[in-house]
């Protein structure tokens, strides 16, 4: 089991920033992949961007050049760094964990960005 607590989430005006946290705990793969993905009212959840353990990482295209993944390997928690926030950012942000191994799978509970115009 892997458990993740996500935290960061916020109601920001647009323009602005936020980081978004997340700490995985429990029987983690040496190799792995974490991401955030966001699901907003009305909408599928969607990759937001992930980072594998070994440090490569992967964005959707509309958040190329604004948000940023980044990890800590030892500590296994990953940060997204939002910046220009824009309206249609808002959403519930959810971490995900894979194994590289096995490709279990865990999501976090999420957490609210509302982005205010």
């Known amino acids: 089991q892997v458990q993740l607590v996500e935290s960061g989430g916020d109601l920001v005006q647009a323009g602005t920033s936020l980081r978004l946290s997340c700490a995985a705990s429990g029987s983690i793969s040496r190799l792995n992949v974490m991401g955030w993905y966001r699901q907003a009212p009305g909408k599928q959840r969607e990759l937001v961007a992930t980072?594998?353990?070994?440090?490569?990482?992967n964005y959707a295209d509309s958040e190329k050049g604004r948000f940023t993944i980044s990890r800590d390997g030892a500590k296994n928690t990953v940060w997204l760094q939002m910046n220009s926030l824009k309206p249609e950012d808002t959403a519930v942000y959810y971490c995900?964990?894979?194994?590289?191994?096995?490709?279990?799978?865990?999501w976090g509970q999420g957490t609210q960005v509302t982005v205010s115009s």
């Open positions: 995900n964990y894979r194994s590289l191994v096995s490709s279990t799978t865990y």
């Open positions: 980072i594998t353990s070994g440090g490569t990482t």
